[in-house]
Structure formats: C-alpha cells, structure tokens
C-alpha cells in the first residue's frame, strides 16, 4: 500500500485558515506503479500536503489531511514522465473495463530477464466524499489476467477495513474474502454471492475482470457498502486523462452555443491568441450522402447513422477530405452546416479552425477542462507545454489555481518547462521528477526532498543539475566524427 497516515476524509470545518474549504469529493491522494514500461521497481506520487505555509489556497482540507490540488512532473526526454501517466491509463482501463481493453504485449519493464513473469502491480489512494480508500489490482501479462484486487476503507481510527480482497494462496487456488459488518442480512448474502464468483471456480471472462467494475455495473444502491464500491468505480470512471494528441469529442457544440462562444471568446483573449471573439455562421441544409461519397456504401452508411444519432443529442464535429464540418439540428430537425469562425479583428474575413496554429489549436482542447467536470474529477494532462509558449503554460496554470479557489479541484501534468519551477508559482511540494537510472529504471521523487539545500532560482538549479533529473550528454569531442570529412 502506499506510505502515508491513515484518516477518514470528512468535510472540514470553515476555520479561517485560508485552506480550500468543503468537502474533498474526487481526489487522489497517491499513486504507485511496479512493472510496467520503465518502472521496474514501485514507485509512488504523494499529494498529501507536507508542512509548507506558502500557497495554502493550493490545498484542500481533507479531514486531518491536506491535499494538493496540483502535482507537476519534471524529468528529461525519456526518463519516464509519460510512462507515469500511461500507468494511470493503462490502469484506469483494465479497472473500469477490463483486460481486454489493454494491449499487454510487452508493457512490462523490459530491460531486466524475468520481468514478463512477474505481476505488474497498481495501487491507488483515494478520497471520496469524505471517505478514504485504498485500490489496487495486480496483473499477469502472459497469462493475461488479474491476480489480485483489493479495497480497503481506511477508518477514522487508522484501522483498515477490507471490503474486498481477492488473490492467490501457495497453491495456487484463487480466493476472495471481506472484513465488512455489513447493514443487513441480505446485503452479506449478496456480497459472498459477488465474490464466490471471483473465487476457486471462476470463469475465464471474470479472470480478466474487476470485482470493482461488476459489483459497480451491477448495482444501484444508495447506502451500505454498495454505494460505497459504486464511488469508488466513479471515481476511476470520471477521471480525465489528456495526451498531447487528445481531441475535445464536443468542440463542435462551441459553433452552436452562444455561452460557450462568448466564454472561449473570453479565454482566447486572456491567452492573447489574437482572436477577438468566437463566431459561427449557419450554412444551410447538408447532403450526408454527397459528404460520405467516397466512402465504401456500407462505411458511409455506418458513418451517416452515426452522425445522426450524436447530432440529436449535440453538433457535431468531423473531418472528411480534409474539410472540417460541424452539423447540427435546426429548430425544424433538419441537418444544417454551421461554421466555427474567428475573428482576429477583422469581421470581413474571419479565420477558421483549420488556419490556427497547433498551439492555439491545443488551446480549444484543453479550455473545456476549465468548466466540465470540474470538482468531480482529477486530470491528468501529459506534456502540457506541447505547441504552447512558456508563458501561456504558465498562464494556464495561474487561471487554474484562479478559477478554483476555494473548490475542490486537481490537476496532475507532466512538462518539460523549466519556467513552472517557480516557487512564487508553486509549492515544492507540487513539483515531482521523474529520473532514469543506471539499470533504465525510472526513479520518481519530489523536490521537497531537498528543503534543505534549495536556494530562491529552483529553475536555474534543475538546468544545473542540481536535483537531476536532465539529459546528460557526453563531451562535444564525441561527436567529432559528425563533422568529420574523411
């Protein structure tokens, strides 16, 4: 499990002390990964508060606890800071869906002879409505099932509470238990039924399965130990994980709403993009078959039905021969073309998405993360700098700290960008390196580790060396044969 106190979250009581105030609804408290891509050993995110007085309002109050509402993630190119959030998806995944979701080939850690054989284990700390948990699963990659599960209420006490335990004994017979006291009679009955499933004669579709997810999908209930698995498997299934190539699904709704253009509006000009203001023009009724016309009869079909079905729900958002369309649903139900465009100060000859560049382009995927599910879920954004400017980075994270003061908000990145490392920004407490070691491995540590000895210019130090963590080249006459003309 991971290291740390063990205290039931509760909502905390308005005690003036500058500290986001309410209750800690979705947040993680710590994620540990062993085995998987470059983490040979386990290695582990904290973000629990240390004793730090700077940035109190980055802090959420969760019973005794405070957690941090951010953690971000230095490291160089290819020590590991992605395969840090890879685990978390590739996790997420087998939690909220299963096995058969993953590609298991060669994810574990494969620089080291054995490694395939050896389970690949992830385990998460989580509070949620005030109470706090620990989850875990172990995988086999060649047998390509799961090994063990476990969730464990932490109690208020420091006691801990198995709800559910799944695993192996020495010879190899799968078992399952609970340490619950359950609300009734009926409740236990259906508990040992669940788990009976999971245990010496399960089946081959349930080895590739979590407990989580089928008590989760299989259930409805409002109180006990029940809505308690229910949370917990929410938790996993609202969680938001951006990648450098992640889309915003609902981008065409921005054409086709007027609060949603006068906000990006908003946002495209606190992030000096140059536009002015988001528009949208209608274009008329829209041939589907003359869009899909090149595509095989059955593909465009498929593909017409699709955007049928989404378009009654909201506008929708596709690219086709190279030309972006948006199509929505007129007052009278008819397919219209609508047109997002922006006007970077001249309304005669507006600009379209297509002709921004890659960095405002990111811009209009990451701004939704600002108003959607805010407080219900934690994201994690991998390589947040990728095609923004060091300053506009830095400027999304001051307007994320802005915008949810006093609410109970998380965000984890990964970056590259020296300029975050800033402690008038952040708390050193919130910035982690991610290091390649001798054997491949990757190394995970925080600053705060080096209270000691850190000076004011923490981005000047980590260029130097200071804390690791950076590329190491070797001396410039290595590369004289670059040049060489013999």
Same mark, same amino acid.
């Given at each position: 499990?991971?290291?740390?106190?063990?205290?039931?979250?509760?909502?905390?009581?308005?005690?003036?002390?500058?500290?986001?105030?309410?209750?800690?609804?979705?947040?993680?408290?710590?994620?540990?990964?062993?085995?998987?891509?470059? +983490?040979?050993?386990?290695?582990?995110?904290?973000?629990?508060?240390?004793?730090?007085?700077?940035?109190?309002?980055?802090?959420?109050?969760?019973?005794?606890?405070?957690?941090?509402?951010?953690?971000?993630?230095?490291?160089?190119?290819?020590?590991?800071?992605?395969?840090?959030?890879?685990?978390?998806?590739?996790?997420?995944?087998?939690?909220?869906?299963?096995?058969?979701?993953?590609?298991?080939?060669?994810?574990?850690?494969?620089?080291?002879?054995?490694?395939?054989?050896?389970?690949?284990?992830?385990?998460?700390?989580?509070?949620?409505?005030?109470?706090?948990?620990? !989850?875990?699963?172990?995988?086999?990659?060649?047998?390509?099932?799961?090994?063990?599960?476990?969730?464990?209420?932490?109690?208020? *006490?420091?006691?801990?509470?198995?709800?559910?335990?799944?695993?192996?004994?020495?010879?190899?017979?799968?078992?399952?238990?609970?340490?619950?006291?359950?609300?009734?009679?009926?409740?236990?009955?259906?508990?040992?039924?669940?788990?009976?499933?999971?245990?010496?004669?399960?089946?081959?579709?349930?080895?590739?399965?979590?407990?989580?997810?089928?008590?989760?999908?299989?259930?409805?209930?409002?109180?006990?130990?029940?809505?308690?698995?229910?949370?917990?498997?929410?938790?996993?299934?609202?969680?938001?994980?951006?990648?450098? =190539?992640?889309?915003?699904?609902?981008?065409?709704?921005?054409?086709?709403?007027?609060?949603?253009?006068?906000? +990006?509006?908003?946002?495209?000009?606190?992030?000096?993009?140059?536009?002015?203001?988001?528009?949208?023009?209608?274009?008329?009724?829209?041939?589907?078959?003359?869009?899909?016309?090149?595509?095989? !009869?059955?593909?465009?079909?498929?593909?017409?039905? *699709?955007?049928?079905?989404?378009?009654?729900?909201?506008?929708?958002?596709?690219?086709?021969?190279?030309?972006?369309?948006?199509?929505?649903?007129?007052?009278?139900?008819?397919?219209?073309?609508?047109?997002?465009?922006?006007?970077?100060?001249?309304?005669?000859?507006?600009?379209?998405?297509?002709?921004?560049?890659?960095?405002?382009?990111?811009?209009?995927?990451?701004?939704?993360? +600002?108003?959607?599910?805010?407080?219900?879920? =934690?994201?994690?954004?991998?390589?947040?700098?990728?095609?923004?400017?060091?300053?506009?980075?830095?400027?999304?994270?001051?307007?994320?700290?802005?915008? =949810?003061?006093?609410?109970?908000?998380?965000?984890?990145? =990964?970056?590259?960008?020296?300029?975050?490392?800033?402690?008038?920004?952040?708390?050193?407490?919130?910035?982690?390196?991610?290091?390649?070691?001798? *054997?491949?491995?990757?190394?995970?540590?925080?600053?705060?580790?080096?209270? *000691?000895?850190?000076?004011?210019?923490?981005?000047?130090?980590?260029?130097?060396?200071? !804390?690791?963590?950076?590329?190491?080249?070797?001396?410039?006459?290595?590369?004289?044969?670059?040049?060489?003309?013999?």
């Amino acid at each position: 499990m991971l290291s740390g106190e063990k205290h039931k979250c509760q909502e905390m009581a308005v005690n003036g002390d500058g500290i986001g105030e309410g209750k800690s609804d979705h947040m993680l408290i710590g994620f540990s990964v062993s085995n998987f891509k470059s +983490f040979y050993r386990s290695q582990s995110i904290s973000l629990k508060a240390a004793d730090i007085s700077r940035h109190r309002d980055h802090l959420v109050q969760a019973g005794n606890q405070k957690i941090l509402k951010t953690g971000i993630i230095f490291g160089a190119n290819a020590g590991g800071k992605s395969n840090f959030v890879k685990a978390v998806d590739f996790s997420n995944l087998i939690i909220t869906k299963g096995l058969e979701y993953v590609d298991l080939s060669k994810q574990y850690f494969r620089l080291k002879d054995g490694c395939a054989d050896l389970p690949g284990v992830f385990e998460y700390r989580i509070c949620v409505e005030e109470q706090e948990f620990v !989850y875990g699963i172990a995988i086999s990659y060649t047998k390509r099932e799961i090994l063990g599960e476990w969730l464990v209420r932490m109690e208020q *006490d420091g006691s801990e509470t198995y709800i559910f335990n799944r695993d192996m004994d020495d010879d190899g017979n799968r078992v399952t238990g609970t340490e619950v006291k359950f609300y009734n009679q009926e409740e236990k009955v259906r508990m040992d039924i669940y788990l009976e499933d999971f245990g010496e004669n399960i089946s081959e579709p349930l080895k590739r399965v979590t407990i989580l997810s089928d008590i989760a999908l299989r259930s409805n209930e409002k109180r006990g130990v029940f809505s308690e698995i229910l949370k917990v498997y929410l938790w996993f299934a609202r969680m938001i994980i951006v990648f450098p =190539t992640s889309k915003y699904e609902n981008l065409g709704e921005i054409a086709g709403d007027d609060a949603t253009k006068r906000l +990006f509006s908003l946002m495209m000009k606190r992030f000096d993009t140059g536009i002015q203001s988001v528009e949208s023009q209608d274009e008329g009724e829209i041939d589907l078959d003359r869009i899909f016309e090149r595509l095989p !009869y059955d593909e465009a079909e498929d593909a017409k039905q *699709d955007v049928l079905r989404e378009a009654e729900k909201h506008p929708v958002m596709f690219r086709m021969d190279n030309k972006m369309y948006i199509l929505k649903k007129d007052k009278r139900g008819s397919l219209i073309s609508a047109k997002m465009l922006l006007n970077h100060g001249n309304e005669k000859d507006m600009f379209e998405y297509m002709d921004e560049s890659d960095g405002t382009k990111r811009l209009f995927h990451l701004i939704p993360l +600002f108003y959607e599910n805010l407080g219900m879920s =934690t994201i994690l954004i991998d390589e947040i700098d990728r095609s923004l400017h060091t300053n506009l980075t830095r400027r999304f994270l001051e307007l994320f700290y802005h915008l =949810t003061e006093n609410q109970r908000n998380q965000m984890i990145m =990964t970056t590259h960008d020296s300029n975050l490392l800033d402690l008038e920004l952040v708390r050193q407490d919130e910035i982690w390196f991610v290091e390649r070691q001798k *054997d491949q491995s990757s190394s995970v540590f925080s600053l705060n580790q080096f209270k *000691d000895r850190m000076g004011k210019e923490i981005d000047k130090e980590y260029l130097l060396g200071r !804390y690791g963590a950076i590329p190491i080249f070797g001396p410039m006459e290595d590369d004289e044969w670059l040049i060489s003309t013999d």
